[in-house]
């Protein structure tokens, strides 16, 4: 940080380790971040994994002390499996990364982590709803986004309709929806209409979640340099 001193939160690289039984962790043999990636590097805002992920974990972050620290501090509304996705819009960009294993990371068997499904895409809406009202529509992104959520099986694509379909800075992700994505949508929301008429409701529920994000996007974006686009994480 010291050979840093425009960057006002640093992370490290984390050791994976992978519960086995209640006594027993095996190390993964990669790290969570490549381990071969350069030894240091600045990430700039915005990047793909801004809109609804996050690059930073608390377990390996640093923050320099400052009259900034209070603000860093997610609503209390947040649910905590999106705590970190919300912080990384509140702190100053870039961030600095140091591509060394100096913390641990646990993946249990087990989760104490619950957000239903209607508080999750609630939460999924406004962060990214709050990214595209800030940076704006972007061809990349968008295919970024669809090209991800197409690589699992758990139609995670579904976020992304929610979003376009209620709020109207992320409506042309619809123009990227197959009649296929759609009819799943349809079914789905036959099935959770209640899911639906969360989201429709979100900002005016989250109000304090959506401010936060509002206020630290457009912060975000104010220090964006020309060019600092990434189209990757």
């Known amino acids: 940080m010291e050979r840093y001193p425009e960057c006002q939160v640093g992370f490290c690289n984390s050791r994976l380790w992978q519960e086995k039984s209640e006594h027993e962790w095996q190390l993964r043999s990669e790290p969570l971040w490549p381990a071969d990636g350069p030894a240091t590097a600045l990430i700039y805002f915005p990047r793909a994994r801004h809109i609804y992920g996050y690059h930073h974990s608390n377990c390996s972050t640093i923050i320099r002390a400052g009259i900034l620290l209070p603000t860093y501090q997610a ?132 109000a304090s979640l959506w401010a936060y994000l509002v206020k630290g996007t457009n912060r975000r974006s104010e220090e964006q340099r020309p060019g600092s686009n990434t189209y990757t994480d």
């Not at 993946?107 to 709803?129: A, F, S």
């Not at 972007?138 to 929610?162: A, G, V």
């Open 75 to 206: 609503p209390q509304i947040t649910q905590m499996d999106f705590i970190e996705s919300v912080q990384e819009r509140s702190f100053p960009h870039p961030l600095l990364f140091v591509n060394q294993t100096l913390s641990n990371f646990a993946l249990t068997k087990v989760t104490h982590r619950r957000t239903d499904l209607g508080t999750m895409y609630v939460h999924y809406v406004l962060l990214i709803d709050s990214f595209f009202s800030s940076v704006g529509y972007d061809e990349q992104f968008t295919w970024y986004l669809w090209n991800e959520s197409r690589q699992d099986k758990l139609h995670s694509f579904l976020k992304l309709l929610y979003a376009g379909v209620c709020c109207k800075a992320s409506r042309k992700l619809l123009r990227e929806a197959s009649f296929r994505e759609w009819m799943i949508f349809i079914l789905y929301n036959i099935k959770h209409p209640g899911i639906f008429f969360a989201c429709m409701r979100a900002k005016k529920k989250y």
